[in-house]
């Protein structure tokens, strides 16, 4: 089961959800958080466990040989991404702009064009009893977090089974790197805050998830504050409020020290387990469709 957490804006409660939700569940079962923000990474602020493995990630780049190439520009004609042009005598190549599709050096006639690792970021495996935390962060200057996010989805099915809750802490809005981060997810929580903004931003959240023909529900955070125009909208358009997370200073105050919020605030706890609730449910109902 594989549950993406996201929103349509940043400032939510994606983490704050993440974290407690995957510590929760840990508690009677194996599960894996995966924080795939990965150009600014948080998670690991509240996850206090043990670091067992770190690595480095790398993209292919091409690499031009100027020896083998005959200017040809058969590369520059199969990018679609304009990160290989052709100069006069030189072929000039923009790795911020490359995707590492491969085309041009698998098309080039002369084989100029070999494509070579760059490094883009790190990923770092902690555990702590039930609890397996990923991290996956850029380095400053990479531009790209989509070919990271793939990577560390890649590397989390790889090293978990399907038996196995993997919990997904998303990058926030509606661009590529959410659709990287939810598109193979089972379900899809919207986590929201009862203000015109946070409406706004997750009527563009709902549009992308229908677009991507995902199930999903709502979580409002802050419930309390703003108005109810969500909750007018989730019940207008028939979607699930799967829990609210009360406005809280408590809950401040506890987030700011980097502290998790289930095991102090009885609302936090009871919102955390309606969700692994239906969470459960849902799967449950998922695996009787498919037999």
Same mark, same amino acid.
């Given at each position: ?41 948080? $998670?690991? !602020?509240? &996850?206090?466990? +043990? ?5 480095? #990630? ?6 031009? %040989? *100027? ?68 991290? $996956?962060? !850029?380095? &400053?200057?990479? +531009? ?5 996010? #793939? ?6 099915? %790889? *090293? ?75 019940? +207008? ?55």
């Amino acid at each position: 089961m594989k549950i993406a957490i996201a929103s349509g804006k940043g400032g939510t409660g994606k983490t704050t959800l993440s974290t407690n939700l995957a510590s929760f569940i840990a508690e009677s079962r194996e599960c894996v958080l995966s924080d795939l923000d990965v150009e600014e990474p948080n $998670s690991g !602020l509240f &996850i206090k466990a +043990e670091l067992i493995h770190e690595e480095d #990630k790398f993209k292919m780049i091409p690499e031009w %040989e *100027k020896s083998k190439c005959e200017l040809c520009g058969n590369c520059q004609a199969v990018c679609n991404f304009n990160a290989v042009l052709k100069m006069g005598k030189m072929i000039m190549v923009f790795p911020e702009l490359c995707h590492g599709c491969y085309a041009c050096s698998e098309l080039c006639p002369t084989d100029s064009l070999p494509m070579k690792q760059k490094k883009m970021g790190e990923l770092k495996f902690y555990k702590k009893g039930n609890l397996n935390f990923i991290e $996956s962060k !850029l380095i &400053i200057g990479e +531009e790209q977090a989509v070919p990271l996010i #793939k990577q560390t989805i890649d590397y989390v099915d %790889e *090293k978990f089974g399907e038996d196995v809750i993997k919990i997904f802490d998303s990058p926030p809005g509606t661009s590529c790197p959410v659709i990287e981060a939810t598109k193979d997810a089972d379900f899809v929580i919207l986590v929201t805050e009862p203000t015109p903004f946070g409406l706004h931003d997750l009527k563009l959240a709902v549009e992308t998830v229908k677009q991507m023909e995902k199930p999903f529900g709502v979580v409002i955070n802050r419930h309390g504050i703003g108005n109810d125009g969500v909750e007018m909208y989730c019940r +207008e358009d028939n979607i699930d409020i799967i829990a609210r997370i009360p406005n809280d200073r408590l809950i401040a105050e506890i987030y700011s020290r980097g502290e998790l919020l289930y095991s102090t605030i009885p609302s936090v706890k009871e919102a955390v387990k309606s969700i692994s609730n239906y969470v459960d449910k849902f799967n449950s109902q998922k695996k009787r469709e498919t037999k």
